[in-house]
């Protein structure tokens, strides 16, 4: 299958970045609480990371099943597209609850949403080449945040 090897590094980045959220615990100084944000992030971290192990992941098998590369990719897509959704919809109530008038949730959505939107229509288009950039953005969500909580550590220790 074409990006099969990159589907497979895909998942192994992935699922390193979640056991990262592991050393983010670690770091943290004994005396220092947890606040509804940190947990928040190492959650989020560990739960996108997953998600995105996952949908790396899901191609292969769908080909084996299927028999045909475009048809296991259009399948791959439409699961990321609605994965992606799903989530954005269930971490809404939450985000709003929590971090009322936060203008983040609007780039969350901007940038999940235009992905969902990438995933459905590649269901039309089964382009490996667009599953992989999908996959990319899938991981940016949780890169970002393993970063910005790596420089509130720095700054806290000082």
Do not use: K
């Amino acid at each position: 299958m074409t990006g099969q090897a990159f589907f497979l590094t895909m998942s192994g980045i992935s699922l390193s970045l979640a056991g990262f959220a592991g050393l983010l615990v670690a770091f943290r100084q004994p005396n220092q609480p947890w606040t509804r944000t940190d947990i928040w992030r190492v959650r989020r971290i560990v739960s996108r990371s997953f998600t995105c192990v996952f949908l790396s992941l899901a191609p292969i098998p769908l080909f084996a099943l299927t028999g045909e590369e475009a048809a296991a990719l259009r399948i791959a897509s439409l699961i990321l597209g609605a994965t992606l959704l799903i989530d954005l919809v269930v971490l809404t109530p939450s985000w709003r609850r929590e971090w009322p008038g936060d203008p983040s949730l609007y780039v969350a959505w901007l940038i999940g949403g235009s992905n969902a939107v990438l995933g459905f229509l590649n269901v039309v288009w089964g382009s490996t080449g667009i599953y992989e950039v999908a996959l990319g953005i899938v991981l940016l969500w949780p890169s970002g945040i393993f970063i910005r909580v790596l420089r509130d550590l720095s700054a806290s220790t000082e």
